[in-house]
């Protein structure tokens, strides 16, 4: 059994809901009222996520399992969370009895969507709640699973199950995948995820013959080895005429699978199309671009492809891909060339996402980009990793036409400080919430140049891992009048000692910092020390002080700290910690990685 509770999924279960209106009934005029947002949790994600909510809209019902191995600790912490208490419900599917307490009854109308993790067979048999269901997330799809949601729905139940995620840990044999496709249940999903479950091509055929997914919207079969016979398959099925949504990322798809994607006049009214981490290439992504069935198309993800230059281009010159609004070419080998095609392209004026991270654009096709009156509605640009240097970091910061970026990636370049300073300069990037300046060699002065900027004023998180920071550096951030908003500040493998630490503990502008790392430093144990005792940061949830031979002395203030009372993350590993005090931590932070 499985622990309780799974992350948002990457769809926004509003879109599928609504969708799915005719196959479920008590539609949600609370989740309307709350904007529509609905939570699942992972384990890992439990506690930073339920200390980062500010008002109970923001997470709904939830039901779960909490497994056996769970170190009790953690349980009784979550279970005694005072915002778990006022924002869920939590039933847990591994008490003994099936009798539900009064206030577990969903019959009102108006009602949160209802989440169900890992039932169990009985469970399905039995529990009449789950009929409430909206969501269903499986553990391994055994034959008793089947054989419970077979009985259950010929006995009229399970009628509000509009999504299902099977989560298997061996490949998903296709004679048990083609019996849950073969329950009418199927019918009524607007919702499929399959991701990871290896299902092969044959798996990807099952799926495209099966007559039950009509009403199918969304359909997430990453990591599944289907390849091009199983895109193929899809592409020509005449049942999945309704998604719009489709990824298909890692599934060892090459150009021939693409190709007949882009041929389909079954997937019109696709979205979003995810083929990241595949080997399409150059003719795969000329394809899609050529394609005159994928006009829809808002998001598109190509990463790590073998696109190059012509297929860049191609995506640039398409007439069909003119509602693109995110685009993602990551990891692929795109130049000069290919950056300067995008930002002249006259199709994507819609663009607010553009990725282009670990390439090798360089200076010259950051500055066809900043100088692109196509590309003015970017507020995320991610060119990481592009052998960007002074005078693509000055080319950005001049420019008129990215004035409404709020996140800019320029980790892995060598914009030095001097990049760094015109980044600080700059009027245009006065919206800027999100800097990664990662491994730029931006050294103190790169440092100081953004603390005493006039115009950074509204950074959340800032990025400077590996860029040779020094105590004076970290001091003047400590300093900064004008980062009062941060809440994130990254500043690993650097040279900071006692000296920085301690200007961080005692600064008045970072007490609204829920995450500092400040790994593979030398703060030692009297700057752990001065962490650990600061009045300012007790708004900490994540703390990464990894490789900073604190020893058991700053160990120790840690675990005793009373400004740490926050903390869901904890990171300390290779400090010269003794055992003793591994334990003391570990009984203080369950979760802390020692």
């Given at each position: 059994?499985?622990?309780?509770?799974?992350?948002?999924?990457?769809?926004?279960?509003?879109?599928?809901?609504?969708?799915?209106?005719?196959a479920?009934?008590?539609a949600?005029?609370e989740?309307?009222?709350?904007?529509?947002?609905?939570?699942?949790l992972?384990?890992?994600?439990?506690?930073?996520l339920?200390?980062?909510y500010?008002?109970?809209?923001?997470a709904?019902?939830?039901?779960?399992?909490?497994?056996?191995?769970?170190?009790?600790?953690?349980?009784?912490?979550?279970?005694?969370?005072?915002?778990?208490?006022?924002?869920?419900?939590?039933?847990?599917f591994?008490?003994?009895?099936?009798?539900?307490?009064?206030?577990?009854?969903?019959?009102?109308?108006?009602r949160?969507?209802?989440m169900?993790?890992?039932?169990?067979?009985?469970?399905?048999?039995?529990?009449?709640?789950?009929d409430?269901?909206?969501?269903?997330?499986?553990f391994?799809?055994?034959?008793?699973?089947?054989?419970?949601?077979?009985?259950?729905?010929?006995?009229?139940?399970?009628?509000?199950?509009?999504a299902?995620?099977?989560?298997?840990?061996?490949?998903?044999?296709a004679?048990?995948?083609?019996?849950?496709?073969?329950?009418?249940?199927?019918?009524?999903?607007?919702?499929?995820?399959?991701?990871?479950?290896?299902?092969?091509?044959?798996?990807?055929?099952a799926?495209?013959?099966?007559?039950h997914?009509?009403?199918?919207?969304?359909?997430?079969?990453?990591?599944?080895?289907?390849?091009?016979?199983?895109?193929?398959?899809?592409?020509?099925?005449e049942t999945?005429?309704?998604?719009?949504?489709?990824?298909?990322?890692?599934?060892?798809?090459?150009a021939?699978?693409?190709?007949?994607?882009?041929?389909?006049?079954?997937?019109?009214?696709?979205?979003?199309?995810g083929l990241?981490?595949n080997?399409?290439?150059?003719?795969?992504?000329?394809?899609?671009?050529?394609?005159?069935?994928?006009?829809m198309?808002?998001?598109?993800?190509?990463?790590?492809?073998?696109?190059g230059?012509?297929?860049?281009?191609?995506?640039?010159?398409?007439a069909?891909?003119?509602k693109?609004?995110?685009?993602?070419?990551?990891?692929?080998?795109?130049?000069?060339?290919?950056?300067?095609?995008i930002?002249?392209?006259?199709?994507?004026t819609?663009?607010?996402?553009?990725?282009?991270?670990r390439?090798?654009?360089?200076?010259?096709?950051?500055?066809?980009?900043?100088?692109?009156?196509?590309?003015t509605?970017?507020?995320?640009?991610?060119?990481?990793?592009?052998?960007?240097g002074?005078?693509?970091?000055?080319?950005?910061?001049?420019?008129?036409?990215?004035?409404?970026?709020?996140?800019?990636?320029?980790?892995?370049?060598?914009?030095?400080?001097?990049?760094?300073?015109?980044?600080?300069?700059?009027?245009?990037l006065?919206?800027?919430?999100?800097?990664?300046l990662?491994?730029?060699?931006?050294?103190?002065?790169?440092?100081?140049?953004?603390?005493?900027?006039?115009?950074?004023?509204?950074?959340?998180?800032?990025?400077?891992?590996?860029?040779?920071?020094?105590?004076?550096?970290?001091?003047?951030?400590?300093?900064?009048?004008?980062?009062?908003?941060?809440?994130?500040?990254?500043?690993?493998?650097?040279?900071?000692?006692?000296?920085?630490?301690?200007?961080?503990?005692?600064?008045?502008?970072?007490t609204?910092?829920?995450?500092?790392?400040?790994?593979?430093?030398?703060?030692?144990?009297?700057?752990?020390?001065?962490?650990?005792?600061s009045?300012?940061?007790?708004?900490?949830?994540?703390?990464?002080l990894?490789?900073?031979?604190?020893?058991?002395?700053?160990?120790?203030?840690?675990?005793?700290?009373?400004?740490?009372?926050?903390?869901?993350?904890?990171h300390?590993?290779?400090?010269?910690?003794?055992?003793?005090?591994?334990?003391?931590?570990?009984?203080?932070?369950?979760?802390?990685?020692?």
């Open positions: 059994m499985k622990l309780i509770f799974t992350l948002l999924l990457l769809f926004t279960f509003s879109e599928v809901h609504a969708a799915a209106a005719a479920s009934s008590g949600g005029d989740a309307a009222a709350s904007g529509g947002k609905k939570t699942i992972l384990p890992d994600k439990l506690k930073h339920i200390a980062s500010t008002s109970p809209a923001e709904k019902v939830l039901y779960g399992t909490v497994s056996e191995h769970r170190k009790k600790a953690m349980l009784r912490w979550f279970l005694g969370h005072p915002k778990v208490k006022e924002y869920f419900t939590v039933i847990d591994s008490k003994k009895s099936a009798d539900l307490p009064e206030e577990f009854s969903f019959t009102e109308k108006g949160a969507p209802i169900v993790i890992d039932p169990q067979p009985k469970h399905i048999q039995d529990w009449a709640v789950l409430q269901a909206d969501y269903m997330e499986i391994g799809l055994t034959d008793e699973v089947l054989d419970a949601l077979q009985t259950a729905y010929d006995a009229g139940r399970l009628r509000n199950l509009v299902v995620r099977i989560k298997g840990y061996l490949a998903l044999k004679e048990k995948l083609n019996r849950f496709l073969g329950n009418p249940l199927c019918s009524q999903l607007v919702f499929l995820d399959l991701t990871g479950d290896d299902i092969g091509a044959a798996g990807a055929v799926i495209a013959k099966s007559p997914l009509t009403r199918l919207i969304r359909l997430e079969l990453s990591g599944n080895r289907i390849g091009d016979e199983g895109a193929a398959a899809i592409a020509g099925s999945l005429t309704s998604l719009t949504s489709l990824d298909l990322a890692s599934n060892r798809i090459g021939e699978g693409a190709t007949a994607i882009a041929g389909s006049p079954y997937l019109t009214m696709l979205t979003r199309l990241n981490r080997g399409v290439g150059d003719e795969g992504a000329a394809a899609i671009a050529g394609s005159a069935y994928l006009t198309l808002t998001r598109l993800g190509l990463n790590r492809n073998g696109v230059d012509e297929g860049a281009a191609a995506i640039a010159g398409s069909y891909l003119t693109l609004i995110t685009l993602e070419l990551e990891r692929n080998d795109i130049g000069a060339a290919g950056a300067t095609a930002a002249g392209s006259k199709n994507l819609r663009l607010t996402m553009l990725e282009l991270n390439n090798r654009i360089g200076d010259e096709g950051v500055a066809a980009i900043a100088g692109s009156e196509t590309l509605g970017l507020t995320l640009l991610d060119l990481a990793s592009n052998r960007i002074v005078e693509g970091a000055a080319a950005i910061a001049g420019s008129p036409y990215l004035t409404r970026l709020t996140r800019l990636d320029l980790n892995g370049n060598r914009v030095g400080a001097e990049g760094a300073a015109a980044i600080a300069g700059s009027e245009n006065i919206r800027l919430i999100w800097l990664g990662d491994y730029n060699d931006i050294g103190d002065a790169g440092v100081v140049a953004i603390a005493g900027s006039p115009y950074l004023t509204k950074l959340i998180r800032l990025r400077l891992n590996g860029n040779r920071i020094g105590n004076d550096g970290v001091a003047a951030i400590a300093g900064a009048k004008t980062l009062t908003d941060l809440t994130s500040l990254d500043l690993a493998s650097n040279r900071i000692g006692v000296e920085g630490a301690t200007a961080i503990a005692g600064s008045e502008t970072l609204g910092l829920t995450s500092l790392d400040l790994s593979d430093n030398e703060v030692g144990a009297e700057g752990a020390t001065a962490i650990a005792g009045p300012y940061l007790t708004k900490l949830i994540r703390f990464r990894n490789v900073n031979r604190i020893g058991d002395e700053g160990a120790a203030a840690i675990a005793g700290s009373e400004t740490l009372t926050g903390l869901t993350s904890l300390l590993s290779e400090n010269d910690i003794s055992d003793e005090i591994k334990t003391m931590l570990k009984e203080r932070f369950p979760f802390a990685i020692v």
